[in-house]
C-alpha cells in the first residue's frame, strides 16, 4: 500500500548546512523528521572529471504533496548548482509512526 508519504534524500558539502535547512523544515512543519549522515565520500563526474568529496547526506520525512516546496527551499539555499534532490515512496510505514508523521507534517 502507497501511503502519501515520502522521504527527500539530498547532500550537502558541509552538516551546517544541513543543520540549518532541517532545522527550518521541521520548525515550519514541512517535515516531521530530518536526520543527517556523514560525512559521506561522493564519487561523481562533473564537467566530464571525476571528483570525490565529502557530503553529509539530509533525509527528510514528508508528505508527497509538499515536494515541491521543499525542493525550492533546498535549492534557494544550496550552494550546488545541481544538488542532488530525489524522493522515494514510503510503502510500508508502522502505524504509530504513520500517525505520528500525520500529526507533525502541515497539509497545503
Not at 530530518?34 to 571528483?51: K, L
Request: proline fraction near 5%; aromatic fraction near 12%; charged fraction near 30%.
Amino acid at each position: 500500500m502507497i501511503s502519501n508519504f515520502i522521504e527527500i534524500i539530498t547532500t550537502f558539502p558541509d552538516k551546517e548546512e544541513a543543520d540549518r535547512i532541517s532545522d527550518y523544515l521541521v520548525r515550519n512543519r514541512f517535515s516531521a523528521c530530518c536526520q543527517i549522515s556523514g560525512p559521506v565520500t561522493s564519487i561523481y563526474s562533473w564537467d566530464n572529471q571525476m571528483q570525490k568529496e565529502n557530503e553529509y547526506i539530509l533525509s527528510i520525512k514528508t508528505r508527497a504533496e509538499l515536494f515541491k516546496v521543499i525542493e525550492e527551499e533546498i535549492r534557494k539555499y544550496h550552494p550546488y548548482e545541481t544538488p542532488q534532490i530525489i524522493s522515494l515512496d514510503l510503502i510500508d510505514i508502522s502505524e504509530p509512526y504513520r500517525i505520528w508523521l500525520d500529526k507533525n507534517i502541515k497539509y497545503l
